[in-house]
């Protein structure tokens, strides 16, 4: 389904029954990229999966973006189909939204779960999401998805799921993402900067990292830790980015032991 809001079409898919749980994708992916985990959690909750600005079926308007903006995107979905306090799990760039999110409209948000986060690029950072756009502006969304399934997976992950990997790489291709549209959400990854505001952040909140992730390090999410009042860390011991993916039964897990309510 698609919902207006404040005159951008956002694209969204609502499953499952129980406390709504709002999904925010990381760069470049729509919403769909989290089924793995929909099809556990909608068993709980009642999942919100959301394509952010530039990605899925949602409006592609020109950039530059912001997780500020992306963030009242998600505010005004959550307005606009009447819902009351979600929790928010948000991979990558999804988590600096979620942030945001936490941060502009605190009163809508229960719980946060931070994925593979960071508060405020540093240098290495920065280099990355820029070579990140002028990388996909000199190749083919396949080549440039083969380049990044280097980044985020392990090589143990990577040699395992190789076939997988290639048909991801292929599939890529099909209906990509305007070159456009990434480049603007890879400035707003760049800009990202809550680290200072992250005290205001009183919701519990999880955030877990995998302890080989060469994109978003664990010192990131510790920073981050150090800073809000109510966090916990989980590390995922020989994972990288998407230690969520490599090791998706505990990640399910995990997800649904800090959200449910205990006995």
Same mark, same amino acid.
């Given at each position: 389904?698609?919902?207006? /809001? ?9 499953? *499952? ?12 992916? @729509?919403?769909? %990229? ?14 919100? /999966?959301?394509?952010?600005?530039? +990605? ?11 997780? %500020? ?5 998600? %505010? *005004?979905?959550? &307005?606009? $189909?009447?819902?009351? +306090?979600?929790?928010? !799990? ?31 690029? &540093? ?15 000199? #190749? ?7 380049? #990044? ?5 392990? @090589? ?6 190789? &076939?997988?990997?290639? =048909?991801? +790489? =292929?599939?890529?291709? /099909?209906? @990509?993402? @305007?070159? %456009? !549209?990434? !480049? ?14 992250? +005290? ?19 010192? $990131? ?13 989980? /590390?995922?011991?020989? *994972? ?5 993916? =490599? ?12 959200? #449910?309510?205990?006995?």
């Amino acid at each position: 389904m698609k919902v207006k /809001v404040d005159g951008l079409e956002i694209g969204c898919e609502l499953r *499952g029954s129980g406390a709504p749980l709002l999904l925010l994708m990381g760069l470049g992916a @729509p919403g769909a %990229a989290w089924e793995p985990h929909v099809r556990e959690w909608e068993k709980h909750f009642r999942c919100i /999966v959301m394509d952010n600005r530039g +990605a899925g079926a949602s409006g592609k308007p020109a950039g530059p973006y912001t997780t %500020a903006r992306m963030a009242d995107d998600a %505010a *005004g979905l959550l &307005d606009q $189909l009447d819902l009351p +306090a979600v929790h928010v !799990a948000g991979i990558s760039m999804g988590s600096a939204i979620a942030q945001e999110l936490a941060l502009r409209r605190p009163d809508r948000v229960r719980r946060l779960v931070l994925i593979s986060s960071w508060a405020r690029c &540093d240098d290495y950072m920065k280099q990355l999401f820029e070579t990140f756009a002028l990388t996909r502006s000199r #190749l083919s969304p396949q080549a440039f998805t083969r380049l #990044l399934q280097l980044w985020i997976w392990t @090589p143990g992950y990577f040699s395992a799921q190789r &076939d997988a990997m290639v =048909e991801a +790489a =292929e599939q890529a291709g /099909v209906d @990509p993402m @305007p070159e %456009a !549209a990434f !480049a603007a959400q890879c400035q707003a990854c760049l800009t990202h900067d809550t680290l200072d505001r992250l +005290a205001r952040i009183t919701q519990p909140s999880l955030l877990t990292v995998g302890d080989a992730d060469i994109f978003t390090p664990p010192r $990131l999410s510790i920073a981050m830790q150090e800073q809000l009042p109510q966090a916990r860390l989980e /590390v995922f011991a020989g *994972g990288g980015h998407c230690h969520h993916w =490599e090791e998706l039964d505990r990640f399910n897990r995990t997800v649904c032991d800090f959200l #449910l309510p205990q006995p």
